[in-house]
């Protein structure tokens, strides 16, 4: 069986710093919504939908091997932002944390909100087709985080960086208390 990987694009969330601000976290896929997206470019289009729990094995193992890039095409080492240091799965969807490489030349960007969406490289290992109301959703059951990949001009709506932080538990913010209201993030 051949594997299929896909590049989704997300728009950013509210950017709050806090800490030091080169820890960032956010929204890296969201479960339960449709979006419309193509695979070539823009010739075909289709629906697509992450079940809950698509990333759960990622989850479970912890996503050190996540990288944040800069774009997803080009020079891994040029591209580099930072390393995942947490992934965790709601209802909402995969959140993931990364410490930003202070010297990389766009870390300055990524962290003050310049480059708050998020985009994902994935592999998907399983998905199925669903009917819904006379249209046909591709339902991603089983995926495989590649990347996180920063970017100024993203493809889905509610997602990408909600909260920059250093590597201490922030229990309560405006913002943040207004996304998990939402339900994003654990409450």
Request: hydrophobic share 35%; glycine share 14%; aromatic share 8%.
């Amino acid at each position: 069986m051949t594997e299929l990987v896909i590049h989704r694009d997300l728009p950013a969330g509210a950017l709050e710093a806090t800490g030091d601000g080169w820890t960032v976290s956010g929204l890296a896929v969201p479960y339960g919504r449709e979006v419309e997206v193509s695979d070539d470019g823009g010739q075909t289009r289709y629906l697509e939908e992450f079940a809950t729990g698509s990333f759960t094995r990622d989850v479970g193992k912890g996503g050190r091997w996540v990288n944040l890039f800069l774009g997803h095409k080009g020079d891994d080492g040029d591209r580099f932002l930072g390393r995942c240091v947490g992934l965790d799965e709601t209802p909402a969807g995969l959140f993931s944390s990364f410490r930003i490489d202070r010297s990389h030349p766009a870390a300055e960007a990524a962290r003050s909100g310049e480059l708050r969406g998020w985009s994902v490289s994935a592999r998907v290992y399983r998905s199925r087709e669903v009917a819904r109301a006379g249209r046909v959703v591709i339902l991603r059951e089983a995926c495989g985080l590649s990347h996180v990949a920063a970017t100024a001009n993203p493809q889905y709506a509610g997602a990408g960086v909600l909260v920059a932080r250093d590597h201490e538990l922030i229990a309560s913010t405006p913002i943040l208390d207004r996304l998990r209201a939402q339900g994003y993030g654990r409450t």
